[in-house]
């Protein structure tokens, strides 16, 4: 069994003549090849001789067997962290200029004892971040190694550093070249105040400091979310980000929050915007959205960005097509008549291969032919409208009735893209206050699961509202309420409502001439529904405006 080694002697050697120190650190560096374990008890020796040797390379020396007992004992350290982190902090007041500095170069030597063990969880990170900061302001290139550190924890645990924002805000004025960007740019939420009163200093960053500008946008990009009023007047001075590709896309990110504040600051970069967007990638998608929102501008300039937007779609990808679709019906937001020259290529897409883009597509054509939602939430709201008029007695309920047939029909058609329509009502008497809702595919299939003779049915207690439904579906001849017979209309609604509400004209009129459903009680019905499984066993065919089966949807 090999002795253990005699770290007195070593230690006494130390002291000695050059010669006798050159042996001695010549066996530790052999012990540590040849019996690391051995070494771990001189672990607190050996830093304590590199501080007492400071200034000599000597503690060069000693720092360098440190390493090796690390390399081969990964963990060795851990017990002697605060050891460490003390020497480092006394070694911080030392003069470290330039990298020829000796007390700089066995900083960094002890950094790479500690930077493991700081990295391995946010406790460890804690206790090593104060020591970090006091080599910021540093000359050696041990700078560099404690920015590296804190950056990292800035971007794993910023809160550790949320009371060093003002620590960081005096480093950077007092040594701009170091301009810890890198780390502050995490920073921001944790002091929005402090950062936007500098938004001045960081543009100044982000137009005239390369190794600060990816940091610099980055944290306007964060005051803009905020505040972009406060980046209006800068906007010019930060055209040029859009020259280069690195920078580019964090700059448009930018813009496009100015846009949705102040579209008028970012309009005059529109042409750059457009011939960065050639060579960037990146920056396409904040593009397509920043052409939209500076297209809205007028009615000249939306017709501009709407034909620059079909002529992006051929050929575009799935992403990039969704986008455009989506700016192309911002646009036609606007007057949905600028749609008319895109109509067949609306068409067209409705029919791509990729869902998502065919989905958009038909959501648009619809919306051109006034087939959207919002476009029948005003339908619905004129018909109620005209429903009212007519219902101040029960004859001038029955002629509206009459005359506005086909209008009826056509509302009924709009309504049942969003809600199905029951082909019968049927109610169940005076006691038991349901109306069942008689559901048939539209389709009538050869293997149709419900046809006329085997609907699907369902009771709901909510018959105020399916009654208001059942009022203009009966009265289009769209489905029957016991019986088909649209001359008695009215009569057959009243009775079903006197069968729960009594017999009172008035009560009747009053209920009838009230709005129509309301988009939450359509969504309530819907719910219904879908509860019921409905959904499960019936399917929309919106080419053809049915609702089919599931078994007549596949067969189509």
């Not at 995490?186 to 940091?215: C, D, I, M």
């Not at 939209?292 to 034909?307: F, K, M, N, V």
């Not at 990808?317 to 455009?324: E, G, P, R, T």
């Not at 369902?458 to 001359?487: C, H, M, P, Q, Y």
Request: aromatic share 8%.
């Amino acid at each position: 069994m090999t002795p253990p080694p005699s770290f007195e002697a070593m230690w006494s050697q130390l002291q000695g003549s050059e010669q006798e120190a050159n042996t001695a650190i010549e066996q530790l560096q052999e012990l540590v090849q040849q019996q690391p374990q051995a070494m771990l008890p001189a672990i607190p020796s050996l830093l304590r001789h590199c501080e007492n040797f400071q200034g000599k390379l000597l503690s060069l020396q000693l720092a360098n067997v440190l390493v090796h007992i690390k390399d081969v004992q990964p963990q060795a350290f851990a017990p002697h962290l605060d050891s460490l982190l003390a020497l480092l902090s006394r070694l911080s007041k030392e003069p470290m200029e330039d990298d020829d500095a000796l007390a700089g170069t066995l900083a960094v030597i002890l950094w790479s004892l500690v930077q493991p063990l700081a990295l391995q969880d946010t406790k460890l990170l804690e206790r090593v971040l104060p020591v970090a900061l006091l080599y910021l302001h540093k000359g050696h290139s041990v700078r560099q190694l404690s920015f590296s550190f804190v950056t990292y924890a800035a971007m794993q645990a910023p809160r550790l550093l949320a009371d060093r924002i003002e620590q960081l805000f005096q480093l950077q004025e007092d040594d701009p070249d170091l301009a810890p960007l890198g780390i502050l740019m995490n920073l921001y939420p944790y002091a929005p105040k402090a950062f936007s009163e500098r938004v001045g200093t960081w543009v100044r960053h982000a137009t005239s400091s390369p190794q600060n500008q990816g940091p610099a946008l980055h944290i306007l990009w964060e005051i803009a979310k905020q505040t972009p009023s406060l980046l209006v007047e800068y906007i010019p001075s930060l055209k040029g980000a859009l020259d280069s590709p690195a920078t580019a896309a964090s700059l448009g990110m930018i813009l496009l929050e100015v846009a949705n504040h102040a579209p008028q600051a970012v309009a005059p970069l529109r042409e750059a915007i457009l011939q960065t967007m050639q060579h960037s990638p990146m920056l396409k998608p904040t593009a397509i959205q920043l052409l939209g929102i500076l297209g809205r501008q007028d009615h000249s300039t939306a017709q501009e960005t709407l034909a620059l937007f079909f002529s992006m779609l051929q050929g575009a990808d799935q992403n990039s097509a969704i986008l455009l679709l989506s700016q192309v019906r911002h646009l036609a937001d606007m007057d949905r008549a600028l749609l008319q020259p895109y109509a067949e290529a609306l068409q067209t897409f409705t029919q791509d291969n990729r869902a998502a883009v065919a989905a958009m597509a038909r959501d648009l054509s619809q919306f051109f032919r006034g087939e959207d939602l919002s476009s029948i939430s005003q339908k619905l709201a004129q018909q109620s409208l005209a429903i009212q008029e007519a219902a101040r007695s029960i004859e001038g309920l029955r002629t509206y009735i009459d005359q506005h047939v086909e209008e009826l029909r056509e509302f009924i058609a709009t309504i049942s893209k969003k809600l199905p329509i029951p082909a019968r009502f049927t109610t169940e008497g005076l006691f038991r206050k349901t109306l069942t809702l008689h559901f048939v595919c539209d389709t009538q299939g050869s293997r149709c699961l419900f046809p006329e003779d085997r609907p699907f049915t369902t009771e709901t207690t909510a018959w105020n509202k399916w009654l208001k439904i059942a009022f203009s579906a009966v009265s289009a001849g769209k489905a029957l309420l016991v019986f088909r017979d649209t001359e008695r209309t009215v009569d057959k609604i009243k009775q079903c409502y006197e069968a729960y509400k009594g017999n009172d004209d008035d009560a009747f009129l009053a209920y009838i001439s009230q709005p129509f459903l309301t988009s939450k009680e359509t969504d309530a019905l819907i719910e219904q529904l879908r509860n019921e499984k409905f959904f499960e066993v019936f399917h929309y065919d919106p080419q053809h405006a049915h609702w089919n089966c599931a078994l007549c949807h596949a067969t189509k």
